[in-house]
Nanobody, 115 residues
């Protein structure tokens, strides 16, 4: 059974930075294209970023392009998201999952951007 455990969220002021992580288990992490998603308050879950499995290609939602960086450490089965120049509209619960989004969702990590 796959498992995704997100961590590292918190409260940050607008313009600040935050790094979050997702530790994965129960599947061959290095073989999967991975994604970050987020659910803003009162809204549906939305796509944030994608990272290839064996090649470092990436893709980002327009709303985070140039501010967020997705990366992975296959030896640690961990996916990362570096977030800079954070905006109040980045406030959301952040989740990681496979590109297909068919894995069992974790609890997510709350990121709140507010002064």
């Amino acid at each position: 059974q796959e498992q995704f455990v997100e961590s590292g969220g918190g409260l940050v002021q607008p313009g600040g930075s935050l790094n979050i992580s997702c530790t994965c288990s129960g599947f061959s992490f290095s073989s999967f294209i991975m994604r970050w998603y987020r659910r803003p308050p009162g809204k549906e879950r939305e796509y944030v970023a994608t990272l290839g499995s064996t090649s470092p290609w990436t893709n980002y939602a327009d709303s985070v392009k140039g501010r967020f960086t997705i990366s992975r450490d296959n030896a640690k089965n961990t996916l990362y998201l570096q977030m800079t120049n954070l905006k109040p509209e980045d406030t959301a619960v952040y989740y990681c999952n496979w590109e297909s989004a068919t894995g069992s969702w974790g609890q997510g990590t709350q990121v709140t951007v507010s002064s």
